[in-house]
């Protein structure tokens, strides 16, 4: 069975500081880790993915995250936050590709002026 | 444009009344899903389908069915809709590059 947990429903971040989101999970296969975003009144979209090769995934936006096996987390992060970051952030778990993947509560991430 | 295309956008519509929310891909892609999405419970899985021809019950499937005559499309049926189906739904597709997601449907059932 495969479950993923997110730490916090909301983090507020000023404008140009770190953004971390954070996500455990648990697995009884190697996983297949991912982050999505949705904007206000959009579906989600993908900003990375982690299938089994570098632990170090960057995507789109500036956004990274660093698949780490001993502490069974995925954490997210970005340098310098943007006004345009403000949005839900939803870690997912899946045993294979994008097969039936689990999808963690949501972080919503607000970002101050 | 690659993608999910949902329609309605959005509907009001009366309880006990059926309705069927239609989902269509362009990707080819196998598997096809249908979630609800509301305040504090994130994305609830309803239905899925492998593959044309064959679905299966998610989380949530009570007061749901769904249909998959052919790889592009995947509607979802309510067929008497209750106060309690109000939610944002979500029809989306996977490949090897995760998911696709549509734009979503927001449903009120009064």
């Known amino acids: 069975a495969q479950s993923v947990t997110q730490l916090g429903s909301h983090v507020s971040v000023s404008e140009g500081a770190l953004v971390l989101l954070r996500c455990n999970y648990s697995s009884s296969v190697p996983p297949y880790l991912f982050w999505y975003v949705q904007y206000p009144n959009q579906g989600l979209q993908l900003l990375l993915k982690y299938t089994s090769a570098a632990t170090l995934v960057k995507g789109i936006n500036g956004f990274e995250a660093e698949f780490k096996k001993s502490e069974t987390s995925f954490h997210l992060t970005k340098p310098s936050a943007h006004m345009r970051d403000a949005a839900e952030y939803f870690c997912a778990v899946s045993s294979g590709g994008g097969f039936k993947t689990i999808f963690g509560a949501g972080t919503r991430l607000f970002v101050k002026a | 444009i690659a993608g999910i295309t949902q329609a309605p956008t959005s509907q009001i519509l009366a309880a006990g009344r059926r309705m069927t929310l239609r989902c269509t891909q362009d990707?080819?892609?196998?598997?096809m899903y249908w979630y609800r999405q509301d305040l504090g419970l994130g994305l609830r899985l309803i239905h899925y389908s492998n593959t044309a021809g064959t679905t299966g019950k998610g989380e949530v499937p009570d007061g749901y069915s769904v249909s998959r005559a052919n790889t592009d499309d995947f509607p979802l049926t309510l067929a008497s809709a209750v106060p309690s189906q109000t939610s944002v739904y979500f029809c989306a597709s996977s490949g090897v590059d995760g998911y696709t997601f549509g734009s979503g449907t927001r449903l009120t059932v009064v």
């Open positions: 990707m080819r892609h196998n598997a």
